[in-house]
């Protein structure tokens, strides 16, 4: 039977001892300090995947659920492509810029793989492509490795990197909402981390 002078003793939650909160995401230096050592340790699925997050700003289940045909056309990668995103249900359109169509090329001739293939197949036999548990792993030991803290950097930063120095250098927010795939500009605005000093920086550009 059950005890009543037994204290009841509470779960522990699930974010104790976690840092949250928005990650942050990558300077350009960061981006080239990473690329490097992959390059150096001819790790041609990380720098492939690396290059395709920055350039799609996919959420990391959009990004790891991508097959080979959803950024190629025959033997040929393309320079856009298309995902339905699974979290909204909206459709969302990026760029592969020529560093991300030569590493994309680089993996999927090293790996063998084929147009129905998952673009970035799990070793793991109980799943067919890279769960978002590995992808965060190898982004943390990445950003550990050029000296930066883990903790400060995940699977969003990766989301939220190019779509930051985009707004640093351009101020458009309507097409960094695009971009994203938010329905709301409200949400761009969160999600950009956008302060007070940013809109008194743009406002001073303008002289009425």
Not at 26 to 44: A, C, F, G, P, V
Not at 52 to 71: E, P, Q, T
Not at 151 to 162: C, L
Request: a positive charge; aromatic letters at 6%; charged letters at 25%.
């Amino acid at each position: 039977m059950f005890n009543k002078t037994q204290k009841h003793i509470s779960p522990v939650p699930w974010n104790k001892g976690k840092l949250m909160g928005q990650k942050s995401p990558l300077s350009m230096q960061d981006i080239w300090s990473i690329r490097i050592k992959l390059q150096n340790e001819n790790r041609l699925r990380d720098l492939a995947l690396l290059n395709l997050a920055l350039d799609s700003k996919l959420r990391a289940c959009d990004l790891l659920n991508l097959r080979v045909s959803d950024v190629s056309n025959s033997d040929t990668i393309n320079n856009r492509a298309t995902v339905l995103q699974q979290k909204t249900g909206r459709r969302v359109r990026f760029e592969i810029t020529r560093k991300s169509q030569k590493s994309l090329n680089d993996w999927i001739e090293r790996a063998g793989l084929e147009g129905s293939d998952y673009l970035f197949p799990s070793r793991i036999r109980t799943s067919q492509h890279l769960s978002t548990r590995q992808y965060s792993r190898m982004v943390s030991s990445r950003v550990a490795a050029i000296g930066l803290d883990p903790t400060s950097y995940g699977t969003h930063s990766m989301r939220r990197t190019k779509a930051t120095l985009l707004y640093r250098r351009t101020k458009n927010l309507r097409a960094i909402q695009l971009l994203l795939g938010h329905s709301k500009l409200d949400s761009t605005v969160r999600y950009l981390g956008i302060e007070l000093d940013d809109a008194l920086e743009m406002s001073e550009q303008i002289d009425v």
